[in-house]
């Protein structure tokens, strides 16, 4: 009698959740990002975040090269990983422009577009005194929350590979 229930308890033990460890550290490393954006962060510790994000990516396409014994399956999650990265950078980019005051970079404009805040990159036309002149005007917060807002998605729906779901369950959901 003692055994099924040792049984059933065996059965119904909850496990937890492991990491694939080809991920671990470019999940860390972006959820490092993800905590202190939600916080608060400056310039400079964001681009030290975003230098240690990069690193492991590096070093985790490194072991998916190197190792016979590594996931060669989590190769399109870290290429998400890598598209996140290239968003980080955006935003940093964009975070500089606004600390140079930099309006007239040919870049933000494109970037506004690219992340779908066309609108927060705008000149608008004065004509007072009889005086035409055209001035920039970047809402540089709606550019990186928009860009932020999408490297989060991103993440979010990589969670289900990085806690060993099959990889083609993780890419459904996105």
């Known amino acids: 009698m003692c055994v099924p229930v040792l049984l059933l308890f065996a059965s119904c033990s909850t496990k937890q959740p492991t990491t694939r460890s080809e991920l671990t550290g470019v999940y860390r490393a972006a959820r490092s ?5 939600a916080v608060g962060v400056s310039y400079g510790d964001f681009s030290t975040l975003v230098r240690e994000f990069s690193g492991e ?5 490194d072991q998916i090269r190197f190792d016979p014994q590594a996931n060669g399956a989590v190769l399109p999650v870290l290429d998400k990983y890598a598209e996140m990265l290239a968003m980080y950078k955006d935003s940093e980019q964009v975070w500089g422009f606004e600390i140079r005051q930099e309006k007239y970079n040919d870049a933000l404009p494109v970037l506004a577009v690219k992340y779908g805040v066309a609108g927060a990159v ?12 055209t001035s920039r005007n ?37």
Not at 122 to 132: A, E, M, N, P, V
């Open 57 to 61: 990516l590096l070093v985790a396409r």
């Open 33 to 37: 990002i993800d905590g202190a954006l």
């Open 138 to 174: 970047v809402n540089y917060e709606s550019i990186r929350q928009a860009i932020w807002k999408k490297a989060s998605d991103i993440h979010e729906h990589q969670l289900a590979a990085v806690y060993g779901q099959p990889i083609a369950v993780a890419f459904t959901k996105n």
């Open 122 to 133: 705008y000149d608008r036309k004065d004509s007072t005194y009889g005086i035409t002149s």
